[in-house]
């Protein structure tokens, strides 16, 4: 079994995900983030605000409003790269798509240490980690089989 997905259906799910984060920072994080600004240069202000009210009870976990966010713009970046390079199997792919959740992780992991400011936080970690993680296991399971099918 061969896991593939069009460079569109990449596209596509980036584009998902990338809105899902921006839905969480709009709809339950402080108004002072950039994205709302955004939003009210494109006069989005009142429809985000009517959203907010409705959603205003929701008990959503601190995870999933402080977390999942950046593991879901780390997954979308992932995705589109990997859809703009689709043809391409070299190295210098694998760097670039590593490239910017590798810089996450290590901003979380200098937080740790002490190196930059900022509050280390696991989840943040996790969330940073699981996309790449999960990309590299994919590429390594079809590069497997591709291997596997070449001995038959």
């Not at 593939?4 to 990449?10: E, L, N």
């Not at 984060?21 to 994080?29: D, E, H, K, P, V």
């Not at 994205?35 to 959603?55: E, K, M, N, P, Q």
Request: some cysteine.
């Amino acid at each position: 079994m061969r896991l593939h997905i069009m460079p569109q259906q990449k596209v596509a799910l980036a584009i998902s995900f990338l809105l899902c984060g921006c839905a969480i920072y709009l709809l339950f994080r402080s108004k002072t983030l950039n994205i709302y600004h955004w939003c009210a240069t494109l006069g989005f202000s009142s429809a985000i605000d009517t959203l907010r009210l409705w959603v205003q009870n929701c008990n959503v976990p601190n995870f999933v409003r402080f977390c999942l966010p950046d593991g879901l713009y780390s997954a979308a970046y992932i995705l589109l790269i990997d859809a703009i390079w689709h043809k391409d199997k070299g190295i210098i792919k694998n760097i670039i798509i590593s490239l910017v959740p590798l810089v996450a992780i290590s901003s979380e992991l200098l937080q740790l240490f002490g190196i930059i400011r900022g509050t280390f936080d696991i989840y943040d970690l996790v969330c940073y980690s699981f996309p790449l993680l999960v990309y590299l296991s994919i590429k390594y399971y079809q590069n497997l089989t591709l291997n596997l099918q070449k001995l038959k």
